[in-house]
C-alpha cells in the first residue's frame, strides 16, 4: 500500500499527512488526528456514528477515503463548540436530554446542524425523515425530535405533528 | 490491501489508465459501494482510478429534448434539483429514496447504475424513463438504452475500459403523470423489496402512453411492453389497472433474499404496480 | 432535593461533544492490533493448524493457539463463569462457525489481516445440529460429551396439581411460539485492551461486569484477584451482550503472550454476531381454563437453544423457567426449562433476558384464550392478574405488586374503549392489542459503595456501576447527594475500576437503581454519622441531640447552632471522611425439583398497549400509538426513566417486526445493518407516550427493561384485533402477516 501525503481542512485547521492511500477518513480522524468524535459501529454507512460533515454536507467518514477530501472543509463534532461555548444545537440535545450511550450523539448533532443548514425551519416530518439514517440504539428519538424542535427559528405549533 | 492508487485529473487521463489496467482496475466514483467492497475486502484491485476530481462530469442539463445528468452528479443533487423535480419528479424522488442523506451526498448516479445492484431505486426510474447511457474509452464513445446496459445481477455492459460519461433522459410528452413506489418490507432505512415506477401520458380520459418498470424484485429492473400496450388508447378501469398488475406479477421472474420471497415479491408486484397506477388515476396532483 | 429531578447526566457535556472516553478511544504506547481467526465449520476436529507462515510475517509480534496452553504452567484454556466449558480458542474441535482458533497480534490492522491470510487449518468435519429441540433427540450429534442429549441445563418448576388441573377445566388451549436468534446490537462494538506487566493483568473493556471478569481471569491465568484489573469507562450500549464475560479472555491471552504490550481487541460488526446473540426459544404453552375466565393449570415446556457454550445460559435458564409464566393467578403450574447447546455462536443476556421470549408466548396465549371464550382480552386479563398478598407459581406470597395499575395506565393511554376507525371494504385495518409482564430480579446478590467527603466540600462515589447510557451513574450521585443534603454539582462518581471501587454483582438485570441505591444509602448513612461524631465535641453537643442535613451538622433543638462539613473536617484536621456501604440481598434459592421458594426480593412490573394499522394487501404492519408504563416505586430521574421506558418499547419494536438473525447450515448470512435492521427515527410510532408508577414510601426499584417485553405480543394482539390472524413466530414481518391473512381467506374464515 502506498504512502500519500495529503492536506486536510480540518474544524479551520489544515493538517498535512502522510497516510496509507486506502485509509477511510475516519481512521485518518481518530488515529491521526486524535479526534474521536467520530466513531465506528456499523462500517457501511448506515448507522451514522462516523457521520462528518464535508463541506456543511454529512457524508459517512467510513465510506470516504481520504484521499478522496483532500482541500475540502471537514466538520467534526470537535469543530462545533466555539471558544468553550456549547453551540446551539449541542445546548439542546442537553437541555432536551435527547441522549443515553451517546454513541450516536455527535453524528445526530451534525446530522441536525446540516439539516437547519437546508431548512431554516423544518416539520416533524422533515426531521424525522432527514435523521432516519442515523440509528439510536439505546432509543432516544423522541427526546431527539423535542430537541431539534427547539432549535427551529420560532417554536411553531402548527409544525409539530 | 494493496492497489496502486490513481487520481487522473482528467477524462483522457482517466480512460488511459483504464485502457492500461482494464480489468484490474476499479473506478472510484463516490465511493459508497467501492470503498465499502475495499473495507470489506470483497474486492482487490490492482488499480483504484479515483476520479473524483476530472472535471466537467457533475451537471444537470435540461434541453428542449431532454436533460443530460452528468455521472458524477451525487444522488443528493438530483434529488433536491428543481429542474429535475420540475421535470422527471419521478427520477428526483427515486434518487431521494436511496439509502440515507449521507449516501445521498456521496453516492453518485453513474456509480449507481455501473453497479447494477438489483435491490436500488435509480435503474427502475429511469428504465421507465427511457433513459440511455454514454459509455465512453479512449477510442470510442457509444450510446446505449438503460434497457441494454443492465444485463443481470451486478452485472452491466460497460467494458473494463469505459466509463459512463452521461445519463441522458428524453423528454416525457406534455401533461405526463408519473409516479415512483419504493416498498419497503422491513424498516423505513431498507433497501427495497420491491419498486415500481410508471409514466402515463393521456388525453383527456384516454391513456396514450403507459410505461411501467418493476425493479428490486428481479435481477433486473423490467419492462413489459405487451402487458403496457394494454392501457394504450384506453380509458383506465379497475378491470384494466388488475390486469395490468395481474400480468406483471405473473410475467416477471422473482427472487428471494432476506426482504421477502420469490412468492411474496410476486404478490407486492401485483399489489404496488396496481397502486401506482391507481395513484397515477385518481390521486395524481 | 436530587430525587426525583430530571438532572441531565453528569457528563453531559462530554456526550455531546464526542468526549466520552469509550474504550475504543484508549490510546496506549507501544499498543498492538488483536484479530481473530476463526472456524468456518459448524463442528469439525481440526486436523491442521499452521500459523508458522503468519508467525514469521514482520510485524507480528505473536500468534496464540491452543498449543499455548499445554504446558505445566500455562493459563487454562477453558473457563466459564458457571461450566467452564468455553476455550478461550478452539481447542482440537470446534463447535461453531466463527469460533475463534487463532489469536493475532500484530503492529497494525493491515498486517493483523496479512497473518490471517496466512494461517492454514484443515479440519474433518462432524455432523452438525442447529434446532435446539432436534438437539435433545437421541440421534442428534452430541457437542459435550459431559451432556448428553445437549441438555445444558434443564430447571424444573412444579406446583400444584397439575393433573387435576386440567381435568377440571372447561377448555384446554395450546399452542407453540416462537423467538428466533437476535443480537443485542449495541452501536458501540464489543473491545478489550489487555496489559499484562509485572505479572498483573490490567484489561480496559466494555464490560457490564467487570467483577466476573476479573474472578474468571484470574482463575483462567492462575493469579490472585488482586492482581488482575479491570477499568471499565462508559459503554455505548450494553443490553446485556457486554455482560458476564466476552472477549477479555482472549485480549488477556495476547497481552500473556506478548508479555508488556498492551492489546487491543475491537470486534468488526460482523464479529459481533459471533460474539453474543439473544437466545432462539421454542416455547410450548398449555392452558386450562373455566368458562367464568378462571385458570385451573398451565404448562409450559421452553426450548433455549443456547448455542455451543454454556456461558451465561446456566443461570439465565433457571430464570427463564420464571418468566414464561405470566403475572396470572394459576393453581397448578409446570414448567420445565431447557438449555440446550447447538453449533451455533453463544446466547446470553439480552435486555429483558428470557423475558422479552417468554412474554410474548404467554401475553399472545392469553389473548387466544380470550377470543376461545369469547371476553374481552383486557378483561381476561383484569380479573387474573395478580394482587398483593397473592401466591405465585413458585409458591411465594407477593407484595408490592401493581399489574392491575400498569395496564390500565396503558389503556387509558391508548384509548382503549374508543371507536377504532373499522372501515368496511378499507385496505387498511386498525386493531388494539395490549400486554402485561413480570420478571424476578437478581434474589442473590450484592452491592457496595465507597463514598469519600473532602474538606473542601466534594463528594466522590466510588462504585463499580457500569454507565452504559442508562443514567447509573447520575441516579447514584442523586441519591448520594440527597442523602448527603448537597448540591449534586458537589457530586461526582467515579469507577469502575477494580483497583478502586469495590465489588458489584453487575449491571444488569435493571438491578443497579435498587442494589447499588441502597448501597449507597447506606453508606451516606455511614458518613452523616462520622460527621456528626467528628461535629459533636466542635458543638459540644451529644450526638444522640444533633442531626446532620443540608451539608451542616446541626444541634436539632437550635439549628442555628451549626457547622458545616467542611468545617467539621478542617477543625479536625481531617482532610477527607470516607464511608463504605453495602446492600445484599439473599434469597433466590429454589428447589431444584420443583422450583419452589422465594424467587426475587421485589417484582419488576411493566405493561405497554398499542394500536396499529394492518395494510392487508401488504400486511406490512405499523404501529400508530404505543404507551407503556413500568413500576418504578420511586423515580430516581424522570427525565431518564423516561428515556429508559420509551427506548425499551424502540427496542422491542425491532424485536417484535424486523430483527431475526438470518443463519443457513451455521453461517450468520445477515450480520450487518443492512441485511439486519434496527428501528430507525421513521419506525417509531408518531405517538409514544410511557409513565413511570410511583407508590408513596416505597424505595426506588429499577426500570431498565420493563416496557420491552410487552412490545411484541401486544401487537401480536392488535394484528389479530386487525385482521383475525394469530402470528406465534416473531419477527412480525409483513410476509407473515400476508400469509396468514391469504390463509385465512382460503379456508373461508
Given amino acids: ?161 | 490491501m494493496n492497489y496502486k492508487l490513481l487520481q487522473p485529473d482528467s477524462l483522457p487521463e482517466a480512460l488511459g489508465a483504464l485502457a492500461q489496467y482494464s480489468d484490474e482496475a476499479k473506478v472510484l466514483a463516490g465511493g459508497t459501494a467501492v470503498v465499502l467492497f475495499l473495507q470489506q475486502r470483497l474486492i482487490e484491485p490492482t488499480a483504484l482510478v479515483s476520479i473524483g476530481q476530472v472535471p466537467d462530469l457533475a451537471y444537470i442539463r435540461s434541453e428542449t429534448n431532454g436533460m443530460h445528468i452528468g455521472p458524477l452528479t451525487t444522488l443528493r443533487d438530483i434529488e433536491r434539483s428543481s429542474v429535475v423535480q420540475g421535470r422527471f419528479p419521478l427520477l428526483a424522488h427515486a434518487c431521494g429514496e436511496v439509502g440515507n442523506v449521507r449516501i445521498r451526498n456521496q453516492a453518485t448516479l453513474g456509480g449507481n447504475l455501473a453497479e447494477a445492484d438489483y435491490a436500488s431505486d435509480p435503474p427502475t426510474a429511469l428504465l421507465a424513463l427511457g433513459a440511455q447511457v454514454t459509455a465512453t474509452s479512449a477510442n470510442a464513445t457509444r450510446i446505449i438504452p438503460l434497457g441494454d446496459f443492465l444485463l443481470g445481477f451486478y452485472t452491466t455492459c460497460l467494458e473494463p475500459d469505459e466509463l459512463i460519461t452521461d445519463i441522458y433522459v428524453p423528454a416525457c410528452a406534455s401533461g405526463s403523470r408519473m409516479i415512483y413506489l419504493k416498498y419497503k418490507s422491513r424498516s423505513s432505512e431498507d433497501r427495497p423489496c420491491t419498486g415500481v415506477a410508471a409514466i402515463a401520458a393521456f388525453d383527456a380520459e384516454t391513456c396514450t402512453d403507459l410505461r411501467v418498470a418493476v425493479g428490486a424484485a428481479c435481477e433486473i429492473p423490467t419492462r413489459l411492453p405487451t402487458v403496457e400496450s394494454l392501457a394504450h388508447d384506453e380509458v383506465w378501469t379497475d378491470d384494466l389497472l388488475r390486469e395490468i398488475a395481474t400480468s406483471y406479477a405473473a410475467s416477471i421472474e422473482t427472487l428471494d433474499d432476506i426482504r421477502g420471497s420469490a412468492w411474496y415479491r410476486t404478490q407486492m408486484i401485483r399489489v404496488h404496480v396496481q397502486r401506482a397506477l391507481e395513484e397515477i388515476r385518481n390521486g395524481y396532483r | 432535593m436530587a430525587i426525583g429531578e430530571p438532572v441531565p447526566m453528569l457528563d453531559s457535556v462530554a456526550r455531546v461533544s464526542g468526549t466520552v472516553p469509550y474504550a475504543a478511544n484508549l490510546k496506549l504506547p507501544d499498543m498492538l492490533v488483536g484479530k481473530v481467526f476463526r472456524s468456518s465449520a459448524p463442528h469439525a476436529l481440526i486436523t491442521r493448524l499452521d500459523v508458522s507462515a503468519a508467525e514469521q510475517l514482520p510485524g507480528v509480534a505473536a500468534i496464540v493457539t491452543a498449543a499455548d496452553f499445554t504446558g505445566e504452567d500455562t493459563p487454562n484454556l477453558h473457563f466459564g463463569s458457571t461450566i467452564q466449558d468455553q476455550p478461550i480458542i478452539a481447542d482440537d474441535r470446534v463447535r461453531f462457525i466463527g469460533e475463534p482458533v487463532a489469536l493475532i497480534a500484530a503492529e497494525s490492522d493491515g498486517i493483523a489481516d496479512q497473518a490471517m491470510d496466512l494461517i492454514e487449518m484443515e479440519y474433518k468435519e462432524l455432523s452438525a445440529i442447529f434446532d435446539a429441540e432436534a438437539a435433545m433427540l437421541p440421534n442428534a450429534p452430541t457437542l459435550h460429551e459431559t451432556f448428553p442429549q445437549n441438555i445444558m441445563r434443564h430447571a424444573k418448576l412444579r406446583h400444584g396439581d397439575i393433573e387435576a388441573g386440567f381435568a377440571v377445566a372447561d377448555e384446554i388451549i395450546e399452542e407453540i411460539f416462537t423467538s428466533p436468534v437476535a443480537q443485542q446490537a449495541s452501536l458501540e462494538p464489543q473491545v478489550a485492551i489487555a496489559q499484562w506487566k509485572d505479572n498483573k493483568l490490567t484489561i480496559w473493556t466494555g464490560s457490564q461486569s467487570p467483577y466476573t471478569v476479573r474472578s474468571v481471569l484470574a482463575s483462567i491465568f492462575g493469579l490472585e484477584p488482586e492482581t488482575v484489573r479491570i477499568i471499565v469507562p462508559p459503554l455505548g450500549g450494553g443490553f446485556g451482550g457486554k455482560g458476564n464475560i466476552r472477549t477479555q479472555p482472549m485480549a488477556a491471552a495476547l497481552a500473556w503472550k506478548v508479555r508488556g504490550r498492551p492489546v487491543k481487541l475491537v470486534m468488526t460488526r460482523a464479529e459481533e454476531f459471533l460474539t453474543v446473540t439473544k437466545h432462539a426459544a421454542k416455547i410450548k404453552i398449555k392452558s386450562g381454563v373455566k368458562l367464568d375466565g378462571t385458570f385451573t393449570a398451565r404448562k409450559v415446556t421452553v426450548y433455549w437453544n443456547s448455542g455451543a457454550y454454556a456461558s451465561s445460559s446456566a443461570h439465565l435458564v433457571q430464570a427463564g423457567m420464571l418468566r414464561t409464566i405470566g403475572p396470572y393467578r394459576i393453581p397448578a403450574v409446570h414448567v420445565d426449562s431447557y438449555g440446550i447447546y447447538t453449533n451455533l455462536p453463544i446466547a446470553a443476556a439480552y435486555r429483558g433476558a428470557m423475558s422479552s421470549q417468554g412474554v410474548f408466548a404467554h401475553e399472545s396465549h392469553m389473548d387466544t384464550i380470550a377470543h376461545r371464550l369469547g371476553v374481552d382480552p383486557l378483561e381476561l386479563r383484569k380479573k387474573n392478574l395478580l394482587r398483593t398478598d397473592n401466591t405465585f407459581a413458585t409458591g411465594e406470597p407477593l407484595s408490592d405488586v401493581y399489574f392491575l395499575d400498569c395496564l390500565q395506565a396503558v389503556v387509558d393511554g391508548v384509548g382503549w374503549h374508543e371507536p377504532l376507525p373499522r372501515r368496511n371494504g378499507s385496505v387498511k385495518k386498525h386493531g388494539r392489542g395490549t400486554a402485561v409482564m413480570m420478571k424476578n430480579t437478581i434474589a442473590n446478590s450484592s452491592s457496595e459503595c465507597r463514598i469519600k467527603l473532602d474538606s473542601d466540600g466534594h463528594v466522590v462515589v466510588y462504585i463499580s456501576t457500569v454507565e452504559m447510557g442508562q443514567g447509573g451513574h447520575t441516579a447514584m450521585a442523586q441519591i448520594a447527594a440527597e442523602a448527603l443534603g448537597m448540591p449534586i454539582e458537589a457530586l461526582s462518581v467515579s469507577g469502575p475500576d477494580t483497583a478502586k471501587t469495590p465489588p458489584d454483582a453487575q449491571t444488569a438485570a435493571s438491578r443497579n437503581t435498587y442494589m447499588m441505591g441502597n448501597a449507597v444509602l447506606d453508606a451516606a448513612a455511614s458518613l452523616r454519622k462520622q460527621l456528626a461524631v467528628a461535629a459533636a465535641p466542635i458543638l459540644e453537643c451529644p450526638l444522640e441531640d444533633l442531626s446532620v442535613a443540608d451539608g451542616y451538622v446541626l444541634v436539632t433543638s437550635q439549628p442555628r447552632e451549626r457547622i458545616s462539613y467542611s468545617e467539621v473536617l478542617r477543625t479536625n484536621n481531617v482532610t477527607a471522611l470516607t464511608a463504605m456501604g453495602k446492600y445484599t440481598t439473599n434469597v433466590g434459592d429454589l428447589d431444584p425439583e420443583t422450583g419452589q421458594g422465594i424467587s426475587t426480593t421485589h417484582w419488576h412490573q411493566g405493561a405497554g398497549a398499542c394500536e396499529v394499522e394492518v395494510d392487508t394487501k401488504t400486511g406490512k404492519v405499523t404501529v400508530l400509538r404505543y404507551h407503556s408504563a413500568a413500576f418504578a416505586g420511586r423515580v430516581v430521574n424522570p427525565m431518564l426513566a423516561g428515556l429508559q421506558n420509551d427506548g425499551n418499547v424502540i427496542y422491542g419494536l425491532g424485536a417484535a417486526l424486523l430483527e431475526e438473525v438470518a443463519i443457513d447450515t451455521g453461517q450468520i448470512t445477515n450480520p450487518n445493518f443492512s441485511d439486519y435492521m434496527l428501528p430507525s427515527f421513521l419506525d417509531i410510532p408518531v405517538e409514544l407516550k410511557n409513565v413511570s408508577l410511583e407508590v408513596e414510601g416505597s424505595s426506588f426499584y429499577g426500570i431498565g427493561e420493563m416496557t420491552l417485553p410487552p412490545v411484541a405480543p401486544a401487537i401480536a394482539n392488535a394484528i389479530y384485533d386487525a385482521v383475525g390472524v394469530r402470528i406465534r413466530d416473531l419477527p412480525l414481518t409483513a410476509e407473515r402477516v400476508l400469509r396468514a391473512i391469504q390463509e385465512r381467506t382460503d379456508h373461508g374464515q
Fill in chain 1, 1 to 161: 500500500m502506498d504512502n500519500k501525503t495529503v492536506t486536510l481542512h480540518v474544524n479551520g485547521q489544515s493538517h498535512a499527512l502522510e497516510i496509507p492511500s486506502g485509509q477511510i477518513l475516519l481512521e485518518t480522524l481518530r488515529e491521526d488526528l486524535d479526534l474521536g468524535g467520530a466513531r465506528g459501529s456499523c462500517g457501511i454507512g448506515m448507522c451514522g456514528t462516523c457521520t462528518v460533515l464535508l463541506d456543511g454536507k454529512a457524508i459517512s467518514s467510513c465510506l470516504m477515503l481520504t484521499i478522496q477530501v483532500e482541500g475540502k472543509h471537514i466538520t467534526t463534532i470537535e469543530g462545533l463548540s466555539q471558544n468553550g461555548e456549547l453551540h446551539p444545537v449541542q445546548q439542546a440535545y442537553i437541555d432536551h436530554g435527547a441522549f443515553q450511550c451517546a454513541y450516536c450523539t455527535p453524528g445526530l448533532i451534525l446530522s441536525t446542524v446540516a439539516l437547519l443548514n437546508e431548512h431554516e425551519n423544518p416539520d416533524d416530518a422533515t426531521i424525522r425523515e432527514y435523521l432516519s439514517g442515523n440509528l439510536c440504539r439505546c432509543g432516544s428519538y423522541v427526546n431527539i425530535l423535542n430537541a431539534v424542535r427547539a432549535c427551529r427559528p420560532v417554536d411553531d405549533q402548527s409544525h409539530s405533528v
